[in-house]
């Protein structure tokens, strides 16, 4: 089995995301575009509220897991 482990997208963290922060700026991408970042637990709500911050639509959901 591969460890497909992604890090958090938060500067200098290196944990494991479990949660995906699909966004987007509604100034410069159309409805239709969403970019995500990945956060680990400690960092979910910071990088959430960074972007909503903006005013960019947010949705947080966890990331997919082993199907088995």
Do not use: Q
Request: glycine share 4%; charged share 30%; with cysteine.
């Amino acid at each position: 089995m591969i460890d497909e482990s992604v890090d958090c997208s938060r500067a200098g963290c290196r944990a494991a995301a479990v949660w995906a922060i699909r966004w987007r700026n509604p100034r410069i991408h159309a409805a239709d575009r969403r970019k995500t970042w990945v956060a680990c637990d400690e960092h979910v709500g910071y990088l959430r509220e960074f972007l909503r911050a903006r005013d960019f639509p947010v949705e947080v959901v966890a990331l997919a897991g082993d199907p088995a």
